[in-house]
């Protein structure tokens, strides 16, 4: 990002920048929303939107696909929802085992 001159944005002018923004759109979730706050929360609204992780890797620019890792944070609705997904499995497999079928089915 550049200033009116054309000048690159300093590393702290632009966190000062992307704070302003952030208190003027209030968010309080978050003590300091910082450029690398955005990066971080970008990955998981891509994640959430179903891009791979290979492809996340490339936008976020990094150099090797492992670093990803560092990136992957867990929305509580997704807790919630693989919780009611490990429910369901548990009560399909129990139910699988008092008919002497104890597999799981292919689908929940």
């Known amino acids: 990002m550049r200033n009116d001159n054309g000048?690159?944005?300093?590393?702290?002018?632009?966190?000062?920048?992307?704070?302003?923004?952030a208190r003027e759109a209030g968010i309080t979730r978050l003590?300091?929303?910082t450029p690398h706050?955005?990066?971080?929360?970008l990955n998981v609204i891509r994640r959430q939107s179903g891009i791979d992780?290979?492809?996340r890797s490339a936008l976020l620019t990094h150099t090797s696909p492992s670093s990803i890792v560092s990136?992957?944070?867990l929305d509580?609705?997704?807790?919630?929802?693989?919780r009611a997904t490990q429910r369901l499995g548990l009560a399909a497999y129990?139910?699988?085992a008092t008919t002497g079928q104890n597999k799981l089915p292919e689908k929940l």
């Open 71 to 73: 990136y992957e944070h």
């Open 31 to 33: 003590k300091r929303v």
């Open 37 to 41: 706050v955005i990066r971080h929360t």
């Open 94 to 96: 129990l139910k699988s």
């Open 76 to 82: 509580p609705a997704e807790l919630v929802a693989a």
């Open 7 to 21: 000048r690159r944005l300093s590393r702290g002018e632009l966190s000062y920048i992307t704070q302003k923004i």
């Open 53 to 55: 992780s290979l492809t």
